[in-house]
Each structure stands twice: as C-alpha cells, then as structure tokens.
C-alpha cells in the first residue's frame, strides 16, 4: 500500500502562514487530496488533485506538489483552522489517507 | 444541496453483523461513486471501497474483502454497509463519502459509530 507521511503537529499564530507537508512512499501522479476534520465532524474537502480548490473553500488554502512530495498552505492562518489535515492519494490501490496533522493556533 | 444522511449508532455483540446506511439527496444518485471510510477513536482514516449505484459495481481494499458487504438502492438513493463476524477491531466510525475525480472524496456523511462489545 502507499504509505503516506504527515507530520503529526503543528502550531502557529493567527496571521502566519503555514505549510502541511504530505510524503508518498511511491507516486501518484497529481491525485493528491486534503481534507479538514475538526473534532467530532466529518472530514471536509479542502483541495483535490494536489492544487484544485473545492468549492466554497476560502482562498487561503492552498495546494502543490506532485508525484511523491505535495504540500497544503493556509496563508493566512486564522483561529477556525484549528483542525486535523489529511491528504488521501487516490492513484494506487487501495486509496490511502495519511496519519493527519493537528494544527493548534496559539 | 448534497447531503450524505448516514443511520445512528449501533451497540453490537462480537460474532454478529451490522448493516448502516447512508441516504442521498441533492444529486443524482446513480452518477456517482459511494465510497466508505472507517476511522478508529485516535487514528487515522482508512479506505474500505466503493460502490457504483449505477450498475452495482464494486471495488473493495483487500483488507477489507469477506469483512465489508457494499449495497445500494436506486429506488431510495440510499447506499448500505454490511460488517460481518464483528470483533473489538470493528469499533469505529464509519463515513460514507460521494466519490468525484477518481477518488475525490467532497461530500462526506456525518458518519456511524459502530461499537462491538459483549
């Protein structure tokens, strides 16, 4: 299976910018995603194949990468994003999801 | 609107099995992927496969083949989930999710907590 590598968290002051870092143990392509979970809700899509904002998604968020090495940005960060980010590789199968990371805003 | 309306907890014996559902509204049912998603308290999401409402075509994670039973109902736009042989292993919440672009997950069921104890 493709493993995918988060770190697991991060923090940050309102008004930085932050960048989420996804690994991929092999490739796969642009079919990248990233998802918000806040606790007790359901994950919520952020940005699909590596650089695609979903719909309704604040500007703030953004995605790149390709490949093996893909990265969500939130610029600039603001206290609602205190969450758990996932990205989910849809290329090999089965789909993976990496492990998450939390982000505390100070 | 999209929306995912999935069934409410279940408390379930070890050895037995358990069928939740998730009920579509807002698109149009047989164009689109059903996926399901099982996240344990702490951890991570895994990928348990999908269905195709349109033809009932399916597509499992070979961890979860003989575990996972996808279903779906055009008549009533709703997607079901059958775990079998439950164990402690199987606590969990389970998410449906509409699958777009090849496994683009973007609208998600509010998910199903399945707890396994005697």
């Known amino acids: 299976d493709t493993v995918l590598t988060q770190s697991p968290a991060l923090a940050v002051s309102p008004g930085e910018r932050v960048s989420i870092s996804c690994r991929a143990s092999?490739?796969?392509?642009?079919?990248m995603h990233w998802y918000q979970q806040k606790p007790g809700q359901q994950p919520k899509l952020l940005i699909y194949?590596?650089?695609n904002l979903a719909s309704g998604v604040p500007a703030r968020f953004s995605g790149s990468g390709s490949g093996t090495d893909f990265t969500l940005t939130i610029d600039p960060v603001e206290a609602d994003d205190t969450a758990t980010y996932f990205c989910?590789?849809?290329?090999?199968?089965?789909?993976?999801f990496g492990s998450g990371t939390k982000l505390e805003i100070k | 609107q999209v929306q995912l309306q999935q069934s409410g907890a279940e408390l379930v014996k070890p050895g037995s099995s358990v069928k939740i559902s998730c009920k579509a509204s807002?698109?149009?049912?047989?164009?689109?992927?059903m996926h399901w998603i099982k996240q344990q308290p702490g951890n991570g999401l895994e990928w348990i496969g999908w269905?195709?409402?349109?033809?009932?075509?399916?597509k499992y994670n070979q961890k979860f083949n003989g575990k996972a039973t996808l279903t779906a109902d055009k008549s009533s736009s709703t997607a079901y989930m059958q775990l079998s042989s439950l164990t402690s292993e199987d606590s969990a919440v389970y998410f449906c999710?509409?699958?777009?672009?090849?496994?683009?997950?973007?609208?998600w069921g509010q998910g199903v907590m399945v707890t396994v104890s005697s």
């Open positions: 092999e490739g796969v392509n642009s079919y």
């Open positions: 194949k590596a650089s």
């Open positions: 807002g698109y149009t049912f047989t164009s689109y992927d």
């Open positions: 989910q590789q849809s290329w090999n199968d089965p789909f993976t």
């Open positions: 999710a509409r699958g777009e672009i090849r496994g683009t997950l973007d609208y």
């Open positions: 269905i195709y409402p349109g033809n009932g075509n399916t």
